[in-house]
């Protein structure tokens, strides 16, 4: 059985395992502060936070994603960035993926927010097979301050 429900105070051990295990994928490690700021942001109701699910299979949580809501200078309509997506391993190709980001459409659906967009990098095959049958890969090229 597998179910997506918002991220709450009892997640943050298995948040942070969960979390720590995408770092790692990308090959990146944060601060213990960035933590701790980022759980707190999950569950605040600042509009300009961060908002979180998790995915559990037979009650265990095996994935997770972050997304927040943000003004567009091309819409009236705020649009919706996923920041990260993640299951574990073991429960790859089971439809952990697809659920979370299916959770996010919705949220961005009941916000008023049709847009959703996220990024990732090329080596992430696995992950870009669920993105080309669910999303549209984009013709943008991202560049980070030098």
């Given amino acids: ?5 918002a991220i709450g105070t009892s997640d943050r051990a298995e948040w942070e395992r969960m979390f720590t295990s995408y770092l790692e994928f ?5 601060a213990t502060e960035v933590y701790q700021t980022s759980f707190k942001r999950l569950l605040g109701n600042d509009q300009q936070d961060f908002h979180g699910a998790v995915a559990e299979m037979d009650g265990k949580p095996v994935g997770l994603v972050h997304y927040l809501f943000h003004r567009h200078m091309w819409k009236t309509e705020n649009v919706c960035y996923l920041q990260d997506l993640y299951a574990d391993p073991q429960v790859r190709g089971q439809g952990v993926g697809r659920k979370l980001i299916e959770h996010v459409y919705a949220a961005a659906d009941a916000a008023g927010c049709p847009g959703v967009y996220w990024l990732t990098q090329d080596f992430n095959h696995t992950a870009r097979q669920l993105y080309d049958r669910i999303g549209v890969q ?5 560049y980070n301050r030098a």
Wanted: charged share 25%.
């Fill in 1 to 5: 059985m597998l179910r997506v429900r």
């Fill in 138 to 142: 984009s013709p943008f090229i991202r």
């Fill in 26 to 30: 990308y090959k990146t490690t944060v």
